[in-house]
């Protein structure tokens, strides 16, 4: 009996710390120790508890994944919500195997329709943080590297409650044998209700050979592969293609209990001119692709020098056997190769290079098939032997190189990495390439990739599995076909900033492959024509690829679904790539780390996570999510063409007009252009710059006098961190004066509305200025217990070359009397009910309903009131997209009048809105009579159309609707 008390004893105490509670230990200890039923009742807790402590895994309830690809730019966004069922916070690790060239660009966590954007550190400083919010109980999530191809997202979910998070990663797709390929890895560990991935690829040179491929990933380790999986659609004459694959939950399921396991997989190939390449520029960046073909080979000498040490018996030696056997084969009578095995003692096939003949390809089959693994690991010997065969046998024709294959660490002859990586590069010297390959986990991996960096080759990892004699192979088929060597990409030093040009000399062209080198034209040329050569050596002729370039942007890269400014972020990670790659094999440490300063500096400016940096994010304590979204908030661009688009429904989607920046947008002041005013008496207001102004100062900025004036002109100068705003007063509308000038709105953005006038059907249009935490009354009417409230948020990233995040309608409320309905862009809240975007009807009382139709959420109060929620998505087709509400009235009948708001005010019965004194000089305008007000107004289309119509012409009265609505746009604030 006592034996049983103990063991109970144990099993709570290890209960209780699970769950965090110690109340059933101290329940324990204090029964009597000589009662049966105590126990068992004790155990019966221990066994609640138990359960309450293992079932804590979120569940994914929805996993998107969208790929744009701009010129082998690649820009991914992962999107999933994850539901914590449990009554304790639960912590959700995701570990994403990611393509090994890429680097994670963004991570936000959405909170209770809360936006929570990830903040860039430097690694150690990441952990920090996320750690100390974890053991306070905060929502947090970390993004660090974890491998070479693993990233790891940790997200802390509150009990009861769910996370949306959103990643984004990007890489530049390298071509090997011929074509590129494009991963997307997808392993959530269990079935998920919502599942797709979209991958939209832009190539100006012409798509070819586009295939796609679904690769399970057993738990046995084999793979099947299916074929032609999802829906493939080429469009614009072959430069664009868009891909789909969304598996059910049943294919899920056919797949494995736990979801399915494997890699999207796209492969395709573009047009190659066979001159100077492809010069693409945008925005003052150049990408060149340099890929020409028709080239005759080049004689290739080859020295293969192979670990045959104990550790090399059983399947790896197999493999190795098997991947050489068809290596051999596939060499060319023009060249030459020797092999040499190493473990302890170090033998070589031949004394010299001998010719790919027939006969001395069985001979050197003969040889690999005798191998046997014993021994210790001689790997300066085997190299070195290597070395000297090249030296002894190389009459300066062709291209030269040594491959070495090892699955360890030197144990045997020379140990020290430092000597060996010395003796590698003095005996090389230059005049020869080493391709390294580590096979297995024991290997020393990055030890081979800076010896084979170092000697103007590369390492590739082979794992241990049943495919690893293709991966051998495969990795020589990169390099087996020389077709130049000693290539250098000439740039006119006038036209381009030559400290900015990535590499411009590569020892080897190799057929199926790609050279890619990108950089920054110089501002007062960035319209000349560009010349540029390429000199290269190919057989024994010296040969020169000349190039003219025109440097206007093809219209392709400016599209809508193309990744925005690739072509200077495609520059940014490959000068991280370099930066990286130098300082990886320098042994000068001031230099090492002058190399990681510009690597860091890049990483942060660029928001990349590299190995140098993490992105955190943490939900505060006090869930004051406005201040975080303000500290996010970055400087907004003025813009001369502010307020001279067209409105669309109230969301902040910034306008499109003129030539794109980077996101094909522009922002408007505070002040629209175009706007008739007066002069008069004046006043000055100070604020500190790039801080938030207050209610009240946002009133004198905007207006001096009664409701119904405009504010008139004013100038801004800047004196230290001081901005000095002086205005004039206006007099009444109609009056014209001198155009007004912009000043600077830091951490302001602007949302729109389209509201339709229920008497005469007529579109108006306007534009509110807004900050993140701002709350609009959208509707109120209190006869009917009707209250509508709108609030802003911060993009969770960068939407301009700025570096900007601007806010945008990203919560609704719908009160009706004791009933609230909460709409997010990634769920809705109605009664304590959580609901995702999806078809769905749900049903209060007699009087309120709601019903999802894809994006659209229609809200029905009574038979005479509907509300429409539409969810948008900015900017349309992109991968890092966001998305954001409109509200609209769909029936409006129903309203009292007392009805107001932004919104509601327009329903009222007295309300009427008539259009006159129309002008077709140019744009057409006309004067929108407000009841007794008259407000100039221009015809426009909105951005986002009315729900149901393809597009809607709406009058765009600007200036924050002044005249349009009654009173100022900030008495509408929820304060």
């Given at each position: 009996m006592?034996?049983?008390?103990?063991?109970?004893?144990?099993?709570?105490?290890?209960?209780?710390?699970?769950?965090?509670?110690t109340?059933?230990?101290?329940?324990?200890?204090?029964?009597?120790?000589?009662?049966?039923?105590?126990?068992?009742?004790?155990?019966?807790?221990?066994?609640?508890?138990?359960?309450?402590?293992t079932?804590?895994?979120?569940?994914?309830?929805?996993?998107?994944?969208?790929?744009?690809v701009?010129?082998?730019?690649?820009s991914?966004?992962?999107?999933?919500?994850?539901?914590?069922?449990?009554?304790?916070?639960?912590?959700a690790?995701?570990?994403?195997?990611?393509?090994?060239?890429?680097?994670?660009?963004n991570?936000?966590m959405?909170?209770?329709?809360?936006?929570?954007?990830?903040?860039?550190?430097?690694?150690?400083?990441?952990?920090?943080?996320?750690?100390?919010?974890?053991?306070?109980?905060?929502?947090?999530?970390?993004?660090?590297?974890?491998?070479?191809?693993d990233?790891?997202?940790?997200?802390?979910?509150?009990?009861?409650?769910?996370?949306?998070?959103?990643?984004i990663?990007?890489?530049m797709?390298?071509?090997?044998?011929?074509?590129?390929?494009?991963?997307?890895?997808?392993?959530?560990?269990?079935?998920?209700?919502?599942?797709?991935?979209?991958?939209?690829?832009?190539?100006?040179?012409?798509?070819?050979?586009?295939?796609?491929?679904?690769?399970?990933?057993?738990?046995?380790?084999?793979?099947?592969?299916?074929?032609?999986?999802g829906?493939?659609?080429?469009?614009?004459?072959?430069?664009?293609v868009?891909?789909?694959?969304?598996?059910?939950?049943?294919?899920?399921?056919q797949?494995?209990?736990?979801?399915?396991?494997?890699?999207?997989?796209?492969r395709?190939?573009?047009e190659?001119?066979?001159?100077?390449?492809?010069?693409?520029?945008?925005?003052?960046?150049?990408?060149?692709?340099?890929?020409?073909?028709?080239?005759?080979?080049?004689?290739?000498?080859?020295?293969?020098?192979i670990?045959?040490?104990?550790?090399?018996?059983?399947?790896?030696l197999?493999?190795?056997?098997q991947?050489?056997?068809?290596?051999?084969?596939?060499?060319?009578?023009i060249?030459?190769?020797?092999?040499?095995?190493?473990n302890?003692?170090?033998?070589?096939?031949?004394?010299?290079?001998?010719?790919?003949?027939?006969?001395?390809?069985?001979?050197?089959?003969?040889?690999?098939?005798?191998?046997?693994?014993?021994?210790?690991?001689?790997?300066?010997g085997?190299l070195?032997?290597?070395?000297?065969?090249?030296?002894?046998?190389?009459?300066?024709?062709?291209?030269?190189m040594?491959?070495?294959?090892?699955?360890?660490?030197?144990t045997?002859?020379?140990?020290?990495?430092?000597?060996?990586?010395?003796?590698?590069?003095?005996a090389i010297?230059?005049?020869y390439?080493?391709?390294?390959?580590?096979f297995?986990?024991?290997?020393?991996?990055?030890?081979?990739?800076?010896?084979?960096?170092?000697?103007?080759?590369?390492?590739?990892?082979?794992?241990?599995?049943?495919?690893?004699?293709?991966?051998?192979?495969?990795?020589?088929?990169?390099?087996?076909?020389?077709?130049?060597?000693?290539?250098?990409?000439?740039?006119?030093?006038?036209?381009?900033?030559?400290?900015?040009?990535?590499?411009?000399?590569?020892?080897?062209?190799?057929?199926?492959?790609?050279?890619?080198?990108?950089?920054?034209?110089?501002?007062?040329?960035?319209?000349?024509?560009?010349?540029?050569?390429?000199?290269?050596?190919?057989?024994?002729?010296?040969?020169e690829?000349?190039?003219?370039?025109?440097?206007?942007?093809?219209?392709?890269?400016?599209?809508?679904?193309?990744?925005d400014?690739?072509?200077?972020r495609?520059?940014?990670?490959?000068s991280?790539?370099e930066?990286?790659?130098?300082?990886n094999?320098?042994?000068?440490?001031?230099?090492?780390?002058?190399?990681?300063?510009?690597a860091?500096?890049?990483?942060?400016?660029?928001?990349?996570?590299?190995?140098?940096?993490?992105?955190?994010?943490?939900?505060?304590?006090?869930?004051?999510?406005?201040?975080?979204?303000?500290?996010?908030?970055?400087?907004?661009?003025?813009?001369?063409?502010?307020?001279?688009?067209?409105?669309?429904?109230?969301?902040?989607?910034?306008?499109?007009?003129?030539?794109?920046?980077s996101?094909?947008?522009?922002y408007?002041?505070?002040?629209?252009?175009?706007?008739?005013?007066?002069?008069?008496?004046s006043?000055?207001?100070?604020k500190?710059?790039?801080?938030?102004?207050?209610?009240?100062?946002?009133?004198?900025?905007?207006?001096?006098?009664?409701?119904?004036?405009?504010?008139?002109?004013?100038?801004?100068?800047?004196?230290?961190?001081?901005?000095?705003?002086?205005?004039?007063?206006?007099?009444?509308?109609?009056?014209?004066?001198?155009?007004?000038?912009?000043?600077?709105?830091?951490?302001?953005?602007?949302?729109?509305?389209?509201?339709?006038?229920?008497?005469y059907?007529?579109?108006?249009?306007?534009?509110?200025?807004?900050?993140?935490?701002?709350?609009y009354?959208?509707?109120?009417?209190?006869?009917?217990?009707?209250?509508?409230?709108?609030?802003?948020?911060?993009?969770?990233?960068?939407?301009?070359?700025?570096?900007?995040?601007?806010?945008?309608?990203?919560?609704?409320?719908v009160?009706?009397?004791?009933?609230?309905?909460?709409?997010?862009?990634?769920?809705?809240?109605?009664?304590?009910?959580?609901?995702f975007?999806?078809?769905?009807?749900?049903?209060?009382?007699?009087?309120?309903?709601?019903?999802?139709?894809?994006?659209?959420?229609?809200v029905?109060?009574?038979?005479?009131?509907?509300?429409?929620?539409?969810?948008?998505?900015?900017?349309?087709?992109?991968?890092?997209?966001?998305?954001?509400?409109?509200?609209?009235?769909?029936v409006?009948?129903?309203?009292?009048?007392?009805?107001?708001?932004?919104i509601?005010?327009?329903?009222?019965?007295?309300?009427?809105i008539?259009?006159?004194?129309?002008?077709?000089?140019?744009?057409?305008?006309?004067?929108?009579?407000?009841?007794?007000?008259?407000?100039?107004?221009?015809?426009?289309?909105?951005d986002?159309?009315?729900?149901?119509?393809?597009?809607?012409?709406c009058?765009?009265?600007?200036?924050?609707?002044?005249?349009?609505?009654?009173?100022?746009?900030?008495?509408?604030?929820?304060?």
């Amino acid at each position: 009996m006592e034996m049983d008390a103990y063991f109970a004893l144990v099993l709570v105490l290890i209960a209780s710390w699970l769950v965090n509670d110690t109340s059933a230990a101290s329940a324990f200890l204090t029964m009597k120790r000589n009662s049966f039923d105590e126990i068992e009742k004790t155990l019966e807790r221990v066994e609640r508890y138990v359960d309450s402590a293992t079932h804590i895994k979120p569940e994914i309830t929805k996993l998107n994944v969208r790929s744009s690809v701009t010129s082998r730019f690649s820009s991914t966004t992962v999107t999933s919500v994850l539901m914590n069922h449990a009554e304790t916070a639960a912590e959700a690790v995701f570990i994403f195997t990611l393509p090994e060239e890429a680097f994670i660009a963004n991570f936000s966590m959405e909170i209770d329709g809360v936006i929570y954007p990830a903040e860039i550190k430097e690694k150690e400083v990441a952990s920090q943080i996320y750690q100390e919010a974890r053991s306070k109980g905060q929502s947090a999530a970390q993004v660090k590297q974890k491998s070479e191809k693993d990233f790891t997202v940790s997200v802390n979910v509150a009990k009861k409650s769910f996370v949306m998070f959103e990643l984004i990663y990007q890489e530049m797709l390298r071509r090997k044998l011929g074509y590129f390929e494009h991963v997307t890895s997808v392993r959530p560990g269990q079935v998920v209700k919502e599942m797709s991935v979209e991958v939209v690829i832009i190539e100006v040179q012409g798509l070819l050979e586009v295939n796609s491929s679904w690769v399970e990933h057993r738990d046995n380790g084999d793979e099947v592969t299916k074929h032609d999986v999802g829906e493939i659609q080429l469009q614009d004459r072959n430069t664009k293609v868009v891909l789909r694959y969304a598996p059910t939950i049943d294919e899920q399921r056919q797949e494995s209990e736990n979801g399915i396991q494997g890699d999207f997989i796209i492969r395709y190939d573009v047009e190659h001119p066979k001159t100077g390449g492809e010069f693409q520029i945008v925005n003052g960046y150049f990408v060149h692709y340099f890929s020409p073909e028709g080239l005759p080979a080049v004689r290739k000498n080859v020295v293969f020098v192979i670990d045959v040490s104990g550790s090399m018996s059983g399947r790896k030696l197999q493999q190795t056997k098997q991947a050489m056997f068809t290596i051999l084969d596939d060499l060319r009578e023009i060249d030459f190769f020797n092999i040499v095995k190493f473990n302890n003692e170090i033998i070589k096939w031949q004394s010299s290079l001998k010719r790919a003949s027939p006969e001395n390809i069985g001979s050197g089959k003969n040889f690999i098939d005798l191998l046997r693994a014993h021994g210790a690991t001689n790997l300066h010997g085997g190299l070195m032997e290597g070395i000297e065969l090249l030296h002894a046998g190389s009459d300066n024709s062709g291209v030269s190189m040594v491959v070495m294959l090892t699955d360890g660490l030197p144990t045997s002859g020379v140990t020290s990495f430092g000597r060996i990586q010395t003796n590698v590069k003095q005996a090389i010297k230059g005049n020869y390439s080493l391709f390294n390959i580590g096979f297995g986990d024991d290997v020393d991996y990055s030890f081979l990739e800076k010896l084979a960096l170092r000697n103007d080759g590369l390492a590739r990892k082979i794992y241990d599995d049943s495919y690893a004699s293709i991966q051998l192979k495969g990795f020589f088929d990169e390099v087996s076909t020389p077709l130049l060597h000693n290539i250098v990409f000439n740039y006119p030093e006038h036209l381009v900033e030559i400290n900015s040009v990535t590499q411009t000399k590569f020892s080897n062209y190799f057929e199926g492959t790609e050279i890619v080198v990108s950089g920054k034209l110089k501002p007062s040329n960035i319209n000349d024509i560009l010349d540029v050569t390429i000199a290269a050596n190919s057989l024994d002729v010296h040969l020169e690829f000349p190039l003219t370039i025109d440097t206007e942007p093809k219209a392709e890269l400016l599209s809508e679904d193309a990744v925005d400014d690739f072509a200077q972020r495609l520059w940014a990670y490959l000068s991280i790539k370099e930066l990286l790659q130098k300082r990886n094999i320098s042994d000068n440490q001031s230099e090492r780390d002058d190399l990681k300063d510009k690597a860091l500096q890049l990483s942060l400016e660029y928001h990349f996570v590299t190995p140098l940096t993490s992105l955190i994010v943490v939900k505060p304590e006090n869930g004051n999510s406005s201040k975080i979204a303000k500290q996010a908030q970055q400087p907004i661009r003025k813009s001369s063409g502010a307020g001279s688009s067209a409105s669309s429904a109230s969301a902040s989607v910034p306008y499109r007009s003129g030539r794109r920046n980077s996101f094909g947008s522009s922002y408007s002041g505070i002040v629209p252009a175009n706007i008739p005013i007066s002069s008069g008496g004046s006043y000055s207001v100070q604020k500190t710059k790039g801080t938030r102004p207050t209610h009240s100062e946002r009133f004198q900025n905007f207006m001096s006098g009664a409701g119904a004036f405009l504010l008139s002109n004013f100038e801004t100068t800047t004196r230290e961190q001081t901005t000095q705003v002086t205005t004039t007063r206006p007099t009444t509308l109609g009056t014209t004066t001198s155009q007004p000038t912009q000043r600077d709105r830091s951490s302001v953005g602007v949302t729109h509305y389209l509201v339709r006038s229920p008497d005469y059907g007529l579109f108006v249009c306007f534009n509110i200025e807004g900050y993140p935490g701002d709350v609009y009354r959208l509707i109120q009417d209190p006869k009917r217990g009707i209250n509508v409230k709108g609030e802003l948020s911060v993009t969770p990233y960068y939407l301009n070359a700025e570096k900007s995040k601007l806010p945008f309608l990203r919560k609704i409320n719908v009160e009706y009397r004791n009933s609230t309905i909460v709409v997010t862009p990634s769920y809705m809240k109605v009664e304590d009910v959580v609901l995702f975007w999806q078809n769905i009807h749900w049903r209060g009382d007699q009087h309120l309903s709601l019903t999802v139709t894809n994006d659209k959420v229609r809200v029905m109060i009574g038979t005479d009131i509907t509300l429409i929620v539409m969810r948008h998505r900015y900017p349309r087709g992109r991968s890092n997209q966001v998305y954001y509400l409109g509200l609209y009235v769909e029936v409006g009948r129903g309203f009292s009048d007392e009805v107001h708001g932004l919104i509601g005010q327009f329903y009222r019965r007295n309300r009427h809105i008539q259009l006159t004194d129309l002008n077709f000089d140019q744009s057409i305008k006309g004067t929108i009579h407000v009841n007794s007000r008259q407000v100039p107004g221009t015809l426009k289309y909105a951005d986002e159309p009315w729900p149901g119509t393809i597009q809607t012409q709406c009058w765009f009265a600007d200036n924050n609707g002044m005249g349009l609505i009654d009173g100022w746009h900030g008495d509408y604030l929820n304060v």
